[in-house]
């Protein structure tokens, strides 16, 4: 059996020996968004939980307006979104100028983008109507709106914070920890300080702090308080299907969307299994899932999680852009052995950027992990990883399983997420 697996912008072709039981753990088909436009138009005049965008105009009467929008790494269509929302704000508030409309690109902790990153980010027809501004967690200037009840600093760029029409778009997509992104997180942390990142990603170790789970998570609640501090006015997220098509378009107050979307993300994402595999192979999903090592990491750990303990693992992973963090690559190969990155993290505690090393750590301790990928085999033993030919190390694992292993395959694994046992 040969599949074809998202790879970058392209396939990977891996053959799975006739000896295998494969079985294929993909998202829902559901219907599609014809119209991105069109489903924007209706969700601004009837949102979730806020008065229409036209109302919020008319009580605001804003003189500055800020919008965030997701960096590279999140498949958002904003070509489909930014300009006729920009164009309906436009319609709405005549006096507001290009200079008064700042549409700024929310990375979070990722590096910021370069003119020309953001002119891959935001459509030229949009540029001309705004402002557009890469957030930098470790410059930019902040307002300081307190803290969480779980202590977390909220210090959010001022660009943003000091706007009178403050709106957030993104993406509802499952998230290892977080449980989904989306609603108050384009903002809250896209466009927080390096500290109230770290603070609110702390929690990650929780066991509440899970895929598909956003009532009792901390990280999630956390992140929605945060939110509420900063005063979104109103969220505009989509969510998307495998082949990145819009699904479901929603725009109101940021934790009505996420709720609601968070209901559809699941139909799509979450994938019931009845028991745990031999083997998973899989596949990032391609661009933008896979543009980094430090992204394709979200798709090793949800595939494991339908892996039964000590089974195998293949990650296909293009990571075109490299290792993707600094940190992380700093932190991770000064380590001999991935479970010295465990002790390590365990004694010292959170540090973030090393989080991502102690989450690659944790998969390397319960699996047998091999990558295919366009990383040097230097560079990902640095990583403790190794990269294989992908055809070849399925090959030798099914004909070392004695009797016929049970093979799953995930072609979409940084958005899939499984129902069934524990491991």
Not at 145 to 153: A, C, E, L, V, W
Not at 214 to 232: H, K, L, T
Not at 282 to 303: E, F, R, T
Not at 398 to 422: C, H, K, L, Q, W
Request: charged residues 20%; hydrophobic residues 45%.
């Amino acid at each position: 059996m040969i599949v074809q697996l998202k790879y970058d912008r392209g396939f990977r072709a891996i053959h799975i020996p006739d000896t295998a039981d494969v079985t294929v753990l993909r998202p829902a088909t559901v219907p599609v968004t014809q119209d991105v436009a069109e489903a924007l138009e209706q969700a601004l005049d009837d949102p979730l939980g806020s008065p229409p965008l036209a109302d919020l105009v008319r009580s605001l009467s804003p003189r500055k307006v800020a919008i965030a929008v997701p960096d590279e790494t999140r498949p958002t269509p904003l070509r489909s979104m930014l300009p006729p929302l920009l164009k309906r704000l436009r319609a709405s508030a005549p006096h507001l100028g290009a200079s008064d409309v700042t549409v700024l690109v929310a990375g979070g902790l990722h590096p910021p983008m370069d003119s020309e990153g953001l002119y891959r980010v935001i459509p030229r027809d949009a540029a001309s109507l705004c402002r557009v501004v890469a957030h930098d967690a470790l410059r930019a200037r902040t307002v300081d709106f307190g803290f969480t009840s779980r202590g977390t600093p909220v210090r959010i760029n001022a660009e943003f914070a000091e706007a009178d029409l403050r709106m957030v778009i993104g993406q509802i997509d499952p998230h290892q920890f977080v449980g989904y992104t989306g609603g108050s997180k384009g903002a809250a942390i896209g466009l927080a300080a390096a500290e109230t990142i770290k603070r609110n990603h702390s929690f990650f170790l929780d066991s509440r702090a899970k895929v598909g789970c956003i009532r009792n998570n901390p990280v999630r609640e956390d992140m929605n308080e945060a939110g509420r501090m900063v005063g979104i006015h109103l969220a505009i997220n989509v969510v998307l299907d495998a082949d990145k098509r819009v699904v479901r378009l929603l725009a109101g107050d940021p934790d009505a969307v996420l709720t609601a979307g968070a209901e559809t993300c699941a139909l799509v994402y979450g994938v019931r299994i009845a028991e745990h595999y031999d083997i998973v192979i899989a596949s990032c999903g391609g661009y933008p899932k896979d543009i980094c090592l430090y992204q394709a990491q979200k798709g090793l750990n949800l595939a494991s999680q339908a892996l039964k303990p000590g089974g195998k693992i293949l990650l296909v992973a293009a990571c075109p852009q490299g290792v993707g963090d600094e940190v992380y690559f700093k932190y991770v190969s000064s380590f001999k052995t991935h479970r010295d990155v465990l002790e390590d993290f365990q004694r010292l505690g959170f540090k973030m950027g090393a989080h991502k090393a102690f989450l690659f750590a944790r998969t390397l301790d319960s699996f047998d992990v091999a990558l295919a990928s366009e990383l040097s085999s230097n560079t990902l033993a640095q990583c403790h990883l190794r990269v294989v030919d992908p055809s070849e190390v399925v090959r030798d694992w099914v004909e070392a399983y004695e009797g016929r292993p049970r093979v799953a395959v995930v072609p979409d694994a940084n958005t899939t997420f499984f129902i069934g046992p524990s491991p």
